[in-house]
């Protein structure tokens, strides 16, 4: 047992007052003081660590409505938002429960107040005052009075610190700002420097050659892959749709009506024959052959249908610029000709509508691009403009087809008419003879001959050319916008009724701890304090608690005075 050896000078214990603990009623009620509530001896502390907790979570609060739907970067602090609302549901949880705690503590004196109760509920309160496992154990073993409400909410409190985290989310946005950095090109005309055009008294077959245009066939026939000539500071859009000047080509095989009229003539001695066909496009083609010595792997030629000698009128297969013919073969060991394919092709002046433009990086494409629709076979009519030197202009009026608006369109008939005479050249039309032959002109049957898909080639020479036009002298910059993915915070009210709820009931808890406590002064306001308990004393034959009238400033000042040690 312990043995208390009391300072002689200590303030002698007053005669003790008795409350029973069975079913007769007390005669005799032991009055303790007390103080007004905002003193150090009543609930100052508890109050204050209350509102303390009441103002925390109010702060946090406040803090989620500021950042509800804004970017991230709007939080100023060098804490992170994260973990300042870690640091603040810490600091609320902590404020909250030292009330709590005292207010379970002071509960069991209500509860022993009330009526018989079993010593060991003594245990139980205080474990209750002190974690989860003592609160779970007073909802279930005791009957449920005031302290109940502190154990749901020494439960909850496990609860409060993740609820209010998981009330954050951050994700990313898109923030989209116009920047005249994002730009691509586009042409409603194609007009050449006047240096371009040679001497004065040039005419249309003297025109010199567009340096970019050529180059762009070159790209596409080769099936070189180009990149568009974008500006682009990260990742951007375009909104509008833009229409510009272009390009396109249709290819056909046409193998077995060109060999069907094809016409041959040969020398059976000798083993020599030669054979001329036409396709139907129009376009001549011509083929050797000679046993055991030589055979004709590839023959393209080319026709002009731009008119040389006069610009002021259009010919009836405009906007068709060139038509193409292309023979191919394989020989074997005698040089015969097998597998052969002939291919009709044609390059057009067109437009396309753009739409959808995006880039990301070094990627950019189109999400629809669309041939424009005028609404007939040829919008395109031809005008002089002598003050320029380039003869005829070919143009369309502005027009609306449907719900697309088409602007004026021009480009200049020399220009087509030099790059038809371009492909009519030898650096283009050739003839491929393997074997025992001279082939003074190569054009392009590296690029063309043997099993490449002709059609694409030439689809891909129509976009090139397309392309050079855009970003040609006339070039028009289409303005889009930046897109910057950046986090925004989104706040999740429904995860905070989970705090509002905890420090609801912590208010209440207060409430009414204070209340019944102020209500009477039977009841010692000794809170949780252990020192509380050497003031009681178990008459256990008599089944009650002998109990002292000091309040819990003199036990302390008594047990400062006294000693105690362990037998």
């Given at each position: 047992m312990a043995r208390l050896d009391s300072n002689p000078k200590a303030h002698p214990y007053e005669p003790p007052q008795v409350s029973e603990l069975d079913s007769e009623p007390q005669t005799a009620t032991t009055e303790y003081k007390r103080h007004p509530v905002y003193s150090p001896s009543e609930w100052l502390l508890e109050s204050?660590?209350?509102?303390?907790?009441?103002?925390?979570?109010?702060?946090?609060?406040?803090?989620?409505?500021?950042?509800?739907?804004?970017?991230?970067?709007?939080?100023?602090?060098?804490?992170?938002?994260?973990?300042?609302?870690?640091?603040?549901?810490?600091?609320?949880?902590?404020?909250?429960?030292?009330?709590?705690?005292?207010?379970?503590?002071?509960?069991?004196?209500?509860?022993?107040?009330?009526?018989?109760?079993?010593?060991?509920?003594?245990?139980?309160?205080?474990?209750?005052?002190?974690?989860?496992?003592?609160?779970?154990?007073?909802?279930?073993?005791?009957?449920w009075n005031i302290a109940t409400i502190g154990a749901f909410i020494t439960i909850l409190r496990l609860a409060f610190s993740p609820f209010a985290q998981q009330v954050i989310l951050i994700e990313q946005r898109e923030i989209i700002s116009s920047a005249d950095t994002a730009t691509f090109g586009y042409a409603h005309?194609?007009?050449?420097?006047?240096?371009?055009?040679?001497?004065?008294?040039?005419?249309?077959?003297?025109?010199?050659?567009?340096?970019?245009?050529?180059?762009s066939i070159i790209q596409g026939l080769y099936g070189v892959n180009t990149t568009e000539s974008f500006k682009c500071p990260g990742e951007c859009r375009w909104t509008g749709p833009y229409i510009s000047l272009g390009f396109k080509?249709?290819?056909?095989?046409?193998?077995?009506?060109?060999?069907?009229?094809?016409?041959?003539?040969?020398?059976?001695?000798?083993?020599?024959?030669?054979?001329?066909?036409?396709?139907?496009?129009?376009?001549?083609?011509?083929?050797?052959?000679?046993?055991?010595?030589?055979?004709?792997?590839?023959?393209?030629?080319?026709?002009?249908?731009m008119d040389k000698a006069a610009s002021d009128r259009l010919p009836d297969t405009f906007p068709e610029i060139s038509r193409f013919a292309i023979y191919r073969s394989t020989t074997d060991n005698n040089f015969?000709?097998?597998?052969?394919?002939?291919?009709?092709?044609?390059?057009?002046?067109?437009?396309?509508?753009?739409?959808?433009?995006?880039?990301?990086?070094?990627?950019?494409?189109?999400?629809?691009?669309?041939?424009?629709?005028?609404?007939?076979?040829?919008?395109?009519?031809?005008?002089?403009?002598?003050?320029?030197?380039?003869?005829?202009?070919?143009?369309?009026?502005?027009?609306?087809?449907?719900?697309?608006?088409?602007?004026?369109?021009?480009?200049g008939y020399t220009t087509l008419a030099g790059l038809a005479s371009y492909f009519e050249s030898t650096s283009v039309s050739t003839e491929w003879v393997a074997g025992n032959f001279v082939n003074a002109n190569t054009g392009f049957v590296a690029a063309l001959s043997g099993d490449v898909d002709i059609s694409n080639r030439f689809d891909r020479m129509a976009a090139a050319i397309t392309e050079s036009v855009r970003y040609g002298p006339n070039m028009q910059s289409a303005h889009g916008v930046i897109v910057q993915s950046e986090p925004f915070v989104f706040i999740r009210w429904?995860?905070?009724?989970?705090?509002?709820?905890?420090?609801?009931?912590?208010?209440?808890?207060?409430?009414?701890?204070?209340?019944?406590?102020?209500?009477?002064?039977?009841?010692?306001?000794?809170?949780?304090?252990?020192?509380a308990v050497l003031a009681c004393q178990n008459e256990e034959g008599l089944g009650h608690l002998q109990t002292t009238g000091k309040d819990i400033n003199e036990i302390r000042d008594e047990a400062k005075k006294a000693e105690a040690r362990l037998q």
């Open positions: 204050i660590s209350s509102i303390v907790a009441l103002g925390l979570l109010i702060g946090i609060a406040v803090i989620f409505w500021y950042m509800d739907n804004k970017p991230l970067s709007a939080w100023r602090p060098s804490v992170s938002l994260n973990a300042t609302i870690s640091i603040l549901t810490t600091a609320c949880t902590t404020a909250l429960m030292h009330g709590v705690s005292t207010f379970i503590g002071q509960s069991k004196w209500l509860h022993f107040k009330s009526g018989p109760r079993r010593l060991a509920d003594f245990e139980t309160f205080d474990g209750a005052s002190r974690g989860i496992w003592g609160s779970i154990l007073l909802l279930t073993t005791v009957k005309n194609y007009t050449r420097s006047e240096a371009d055009m040679g001497l004065a008294n040039a005419r249309i077959s003297n025109i010199r050659q567009d340096p970019d245009m050529q180059f080509s249709e290819c056909r095989n046409v193998t077995r009506e060109t060999l069907q009229a094809a016409t041959c003539e040969g020398d059976g001695e000798s083993g020599m024959q030669q054979c001329n066909m036409t396709t139907p496009g129009g376009i001549d083609l011509a083929t050797r052959y000679y046993t055991t010595d030589l055979g004709t792997a590839y023959y393209m030629n080319s026709s002009s249908l015969a000709m097998q597998d052969i394919n002939i291919t009709d092709c044609s390059l057009s002046l067109t437009a396309y509508e753009y739409t959808g433009a995006k880039a990301n990086g070094s990627d950019f494409s189109f999400a629809t691009t669309r041939e424009v629709d005028f609404g007939m076979k040829n919008p395109w009519t031809s005008g002089t403009d002598l003050a320029i030197r380039d003869f005829n202009r070919i143009h369309t009026n502005e027009s609306t087809i449907g719900d697309i608006h088409i602007p004026a369109l021009e480009i429904g995860y905070f009724i989970v705090p509002i709820v905890t420090e609801g009931l912590a208010i209440l808890f207060a409430i009414l701890t204070i209340f019944s406590n102020r209500q009477s002064r039977s009841v010692p306001l000794w809170k949780s304090s252990t020192l």
